[in-house]
């Protein structure tokens, strides 16, 4: 079946801008992940959600990030007013419950802020 | 506080070697344990994952790990590595005990695999 898919899967902007990334999830996976992967680092968690349960923002690292999803479906993850250090991949990931499954993971977008 | 600690930024091994690379967690609870493999320009996939039972773990491509409680380590491995498996390897834990759903990862092994 389809794995989890994002868009797009490059994006290049200029300091300042918005942009709006997407996910979407594997069909019946209730719970989604963002991940944020700078340049030789791990993962860092950014936003969870899981069914209709409120998401968990604790990872975002400002007001600038904010993630939205429709059900159990699409996510987009929106980065207002973008900065140099925004540059990275973002990963999205989702796993069938939140309890011991395992998550997902989309091919990423690659974000470059000049 | 959960974390990972992968202390190998890279990891080099003749192909047909026996091959480990090293992973120690922290965590307050009970760890789930899981290690993905990043190719270039392709999303993590997993491998596989410890959550309880036997501490010998068997996953994709002939990998394993073994989960060692008193050592808090979860190191991967395999017999004899193949030229494709040259990658990027990411430990990652959860702290189920914790009631955490938060995977915490560490910063990647970079293994390289010499013909």
């Known amino acids: 079946g389809a794995g989890v898919s994002q868009s797009p899967s490059n994006k290049v902007t200029e300091k300042g801008k918005d942009v709006e990334l997407r996910c979407d999830p594997i069909s019946g996976h209730t719970a989604l992940y963002w991940y944020r992967q700078r340049l030789g680092q791990g993962l860092e968690f950014l936003i969870y959600f899981q069914g209709n349960s409120a998401p968990d923002k604790s990872g975002l690292p400002s007001d600038r990030f904010s993630a939205e999803r429709t059900g159990e479906s699409v996510s987009t993850l929106t980065i207002q007013r973008t900065q140099q250090e925004d540059s990275a991949v973002y990963l999205c990931?989702?796993?069938?419950?939140?309890?011991?499954?395992?998550?997902?993971f989309g091919p990423g977008t690659r974000l470059l802020v000049l | 506080a959960q974390s990972v600690a992968q202390p190998e930024d890279q990891v080099n091994v003749a192909e047909g070697n026996p091959l480990t690379v090293k992973c120690t967690y922290s965590?307050?609870?009970?760890?789930?344990l899981f290690w993905y493999v990043q190719y270039p320009n392709r999303g993590l996939q997993f491998l596989l994952k410890y959550i309880t039972g036997d501490n010998l773990v068997k996953g994709s491509y002939g990998f394993e790990a073994e989960f060692n409680k008193s050592q808090t380590s979860f190191h991967l491995k395999k017999p004899s590595a193949l030229v494709s498996d040259s990658a990027l390897y990411f430990c990652?834990?959860?702290?189920?005990?914790?009631?955490?759903?938060?995977?915490?990862f560490g910063k990647g092994t970079k293994l390289s695999v010499i013909p």
């Open positions: 965590v307050s609870g009970n760890p789930y």
């Open positions: 990931a989702s796993s069938l419950t939140d309890v011991v499954e395992t998550q997902y």
């Open positions: 990652a834990v959860r702290d189920y005990g914790a009631g955490s759903y938060q995977l915490t």
